[in-house]
């Protein structure tokens, strides 16, 4: 299901949308060596994978049944990505102090934005957090955490 704004149209990351993803993270620097897998592996995993084997964590993880993120269009151009899964899923955020949990509540983790470039500044960031909250709520998820960078 899609969720749609003036000006942007918001879709689950699924296996059909994998060259989607794939074009929107190969046209920027760092999310192409990263892949959104920095807060899923440990970091020597992530740090051994760093490029196509953190890509190839993504893929698998679009692949799965459930969709790892959000993807923003502009017609029918991919413009931006919001990573969002639950916490527990998240390696990283698992054994991080700082982050720990504060209490037992089910929680989805907002982890990762990629925005192409030309597309900053024009609001899309605000669009996508708007949108992983309505995707959220029709998921059941009552609470969300993020750690945008």
Same mark, same amino acid.
């Given at each position: 299901?899609?969720?749609?704004? &003036?000006?942007?149209? #918001? ?7 994998? &060259?989607? %993803?794939? @074009?929107?993270?190969? &046209? ?14 440990? !970091?020597?995993? #992530? ?5 196509? @084997? !953190? ?24 413009? @931006?990505?919001?990573?969002? /899964? ?7 955020? !698992?054994?991080?102090?700082? #982050?720990?949990?504060? &209490?037992?509540?089910? %929680?989805?983790?907002?982890?990762? #934005?990629? %925005? ?10 605000? /669009? ?20 945008? %960078?």
């Amino acid at each position: 299901m899609s969720t749609t704004t &003036d000006a942007f149209t #918001f879709w689950p990351a699924t296996p059909g949308r994998w &060259d989607d %993803v794939e @074009g929107l993270f190969r &046209d920027a620097s760092y999310p192409q060596r990263c892949w959104c897998a920095y807060w899923y592996l440990p !970091n020597r995993e #992530f740090k051994a994978g760093w490029g196509e @084997g !953190n890509r190839a964590t993504l893929k698998a993880k679009v692949a799965s049944e459930r969709p790892p993120g959000l993807l923003a269009y502009d017609g029918e151009v991919p413009i @931006g990505w919001c990573a969002m /899964a639950p916490r527990e899923e998240h390696d990283r955020l !698992n054994r991080s102090k700082p #982050f720990a949990p504060i &209490d037992d509540c089910s %929680v989805w983790s907002l982890t990762c #934005f990629v %925005v192409r470039k030309g597309y900053r500044r024009k609001g899309l960031m605000s /669009a996508l957090i708007a949108a992983a909250v309505d995707h959220a709520l029709r998921q059941g998820v009552t609470t969300l955490e993020a750690y945008p %960078v």
